[in-house]
Protein backbone atom coordinates (compact mmCIF):
# COMPACT_ATOMS: atom_id res chain seq x y z
CA UNK A 1 0.00 0.00 0.00
CA UNK A 2 1.30 3.42 -0.81
CA UNK A 3 0.46 6.55 0.67
CA UNK A 4 0.84 9.81 -1.83
CA UNK A 5 0.72 13.44 -1.92
CA UNK A 6 -0.55 16.04 -4.26
CA UNK A 7 2.15 16.78 -6.13
CA UNK A 8 3.45 19.44 -8.82
CA UNK A 9 6.51 21.70 -10.10
CA UNK A 10 7.77 24.80 -8.46
CA UNK A 11 5.76 27.18 -10.37
CA UNK A 12 2.03 24.93 -10.25
CA UNK A 13 2.66 25.23 -6.36
CA UNK A 14 3.63 28.33 -6.38
CA UNK A 15 0.67 28.97 -7.87
CA UNK A 16 -1.45 26.97 -5.92
CA UNK A 17 -4.06 27.64 -3.10
CA UNK A 18 -4.52 24.52 -1.09
CA UNK A 19 -6.51 23.95 1.73
CA UNK A 20 -6.60 24.52 5.60
CA UNK A 21 -3.60 22.26 6.39
CA UNK A 22 -2.86 20.31 2.97
CA UNK A 23 0.30 19.16 2.59
CA UNK A 24 1.96 19.32 -1.13
CA UNK A 25 5.17 17.86 -2.79
CA UNK A 26 7.15 19.72 -4.79
CA UNK A 27 9.06 18.08 -7.35
CA UNK A 28 10.94 20.40 -8.26
CA UNK A 29 12.74 21.98 -4.99
CA UNK A 30 12.39 18.05 -3.31
CA UNK A 31 10.07 20.14 -0.73
CA UNK A 32 6.89 19.68 1.22
CA UNK A 33 4.68 23.13 1.47
CA UNK A 34 2.24 23.54 4.20
CA UNK A 35 -1.04 25.42 3.33
CA UNK A 36 -3.16 27.44 5.38
CA UNK A 37 -6.26 27.77 2.71
CA UNK A 38 -5.34 31.63 1.99
CA UNK A 39 -1.69 32.18 0.86
CA UNK A 40 -1.02 31.26 -2.85
CA UNK A 41 2.12 28.71 -2.63
CA UNK A 42 1.88 27.73 1.54
CA UNK A 43 4.64 27.39 3.54
CA UNK A 44 7.64 25.62 2.16
CA UNK A 45 9.15 23.37 4.61
CA UNK A 46 12.83 23.37 2.28
CA UNK A 47 14.70 19.69 2.45
CA UNK A 48 17.58 19.38 5.20
CA UNK A 49 20.22 20.38 2.25
CA UNK A 50 18.83 23.35 1.39
CA UNK A 51 18.53 24.42 4.91
CA UNK A 52 22.14 23.71 5.02
CA UNK A 53 22.68 25.88 1.79
CA UNK A 54 20.93 28.90 3.27
CA UNK A 55 22.55 28.52 6.48
CA UNK A 56 26.02 28.78 5.55
CA UNK A 57 25.30 31.47 2.48
CA UNK A 58 28.80 31.18 1.23
CA UNK A 59 30.95 30.12 4.34
CA UNK A 60 34.69 29.12 3.97
CA UNK A 61 34.85 25.40 4.75
CA UNK A 62 36.64 27.12 7.86
CA UNK A 63 33.44 28.08 9.54
CA UNK A 64 30.84 25.76 7.78
CA UNK A 65 29.89 23.80 10.97
CA UNK A 66 28.46 25.58 14.10
CA UNK A 67 31.26 24.14 16.34
CA UNK A 68 34.33 25.84 13.90
CA UNK A 69 32.17 29.03 14.62
CA UNK A 70 32.37 28.65 18.44
CA UNK A 71 35.78 27.41 18.62
CA UNK A 72 36.57 30.36 16.37
CA UNK A 73 34.65 32.74 19.48
CA UNK A 74 36.13 31.20 21.88
CA UNK A 75 39.61 31.81 21.14
CA UNK A 76 38.92 35.58 19.97
CA UNK A 77 36.85 36.09 23.62
CA UNK A 78 39.16 38.63 24.60
CA UNK A 79 38.94 40.64 21.21
CA UNK A 80 35.04 40.21 21.57
CA UNK A 81 35.39 41.60 24.95
CA UNK A 82 37.57 44.71 24.18
CA UNK A 83 35.09 45.47 20.94
CA UNK A 84 31.61 45.02 23.34
CA UNK A 85 33.69 47.49 26.18
CA UNK A 86 34.75 50.02 23.34
CA UNK A 87 30.91 49.89 21.45
CA UNK A 88 29.74 50.59 25.41
CA UNK A 89 31.45 54.35 24.78
CA UNK A 90 29.87 55.72 21.52
CA UNK A 91 26.82 57.98 21.93
CA UNK A 92 23.23 56.57 21.63
CA UNK A 93 21.17 58.13 19.49
CA UNK A 94 18.97 60.63 21.99
CA UNK A 95 15.26 59.51 23.18
CA UNK A 96 13.83 62.63 22.16
CA UNK A 97 14.60 65.90 19.55
CA UNK A 98 15.84 68.61 21.47
CA UNK A 99 13.28 71.88 21.56
CA UNK A 100 13.83 74.61 19.44
CA UNK A 101 16.86 76.77 20.28
CA UNK A 102 18.65 74.58 21.92
CA UNK A 103 21.17 71.83 20.48
CA UNK A 104 22.12 68.55 22.01
CA UNK A 105 25.95 68.23 23.42
CA UNK A 106 27.15 64.70 25.01
CA UNK A 107 29.58 64.71 28.19
CA UNK A 108 30.62 61.00 27.25
CA UNK A 109 27.73 59.45 29.02
CA UNK A 110 24.58 61.46 28.61
CA UNK A 111 22.93 64.03 25.94
CA UNK A 112 22.05 67.64 27.28
CA UNK A 113 20.23 69.77 25.67
CA UNK A 114 21.98 73.27 25.45
CA UNK A 115 20.55 76.48 24.82
CA UNK A 116 22.21 78.06 21.69
CA UNK A 117 23.23 81.61 22.18
CA UNK A 118 23.51 83.90 19.61
CA UNK A 119 24.25 87.78 18.71
CA UNK A 120 23.46 89.66 15.82
CA UNK A 121 25.68 92.67 14.03
CA UNK A 122 24.66 94.65 11.77
CA UNK A 123 26.39 97.28 10.90
CA UNK A 124 24.37 98.49 7.73
CA UNK A 125 26.68 96.79 4.90
CA UNK A 126 26.96 93.50 6.47
CA UNK A 127 24.78 91.10 9.04
CA UNK A 128 26.98 88.80 11.41
CA UNK A 129 25.50 86.00 13.51
CA UNK A 130 27.90 84.71 16.26
CA UNK A 131 27.13 81.50 18.17
CA UNK A 132 28.47 80.74 21.36
Known sequence: MA???????DAQVAGYNGADGEIVYNMTN???HVFDGVTAGGF?????????QELLAGATTAYDTLKEIEDYINANEGSMGSLLTDLSTKAPKPAA???N????????SNFANTVLGMTRTDDGVNTTFTFS
Open 3 to 9: FQLFRGT
Open 30 to 32: KSL
Open 44 to 52: ELKNAEAMK
Open 97 to 99: PSN
Open 101 to 108: GEFLTWDG
